[in-house]
Nanobody, 124 residues
């Protein structure tokens, strides 16, 4: 099971750290990613990380304000979002798969497990 948490209501310009934790399996050997779906928009990939070696990739739209990281001891992946904007309002999802991260993040259909999503609302 994958559990995303850390969402909430935040003012524009603020920051949040989202967490993606697992139960029942280890993330070792996995690539874990973050997606979001804003109201009325399609799901958008944000970033992914190789849990084993920490290699990361970001969507062009996410570079600069988003930082993905992991804590192997806690079996948790994080997404730090800074300088939040109203357009960051979305449900944020994490997903994971046993995937060797080399040239790109997995496509959505390549992920095996998905979290339930955590809502981030940015007020202006």
């Amino acid at each position: 099971q994958l559990q995303a948490s850390g969402g909430g209501l935040v003012q524009a310009g603020g920051s949040l750290r989202l967490s993606c934790a697992t139960s029942g399996f280890t993330l070792d050997g996995h690539t874990t990613g973050w997606f979001r779906r804003a109201p009325g928009k399609e799901r958008e990939g944000i970033s992914c990380i190789s849990v084993s070696d920490g290699r990361t990739y970001y969507a062009d739209s996410a570079k600069g304000r988003f930082t993905i990281s992991r804590d192997n001891a806690k079996n948790t992946v994080y997404l730090q979002v800074n300088s939040l904007k109203s357009e960051d309002t979305a449900v944020y999802y994490c997903a994971t798969a046993r995937y060797r991260l080399e040239y790109r993040c997995p496509r959505a259909y390549e992920y095996t497990y998905w979290g339930q999503g955590t809502l981030v609302t940015v007020s202006s």
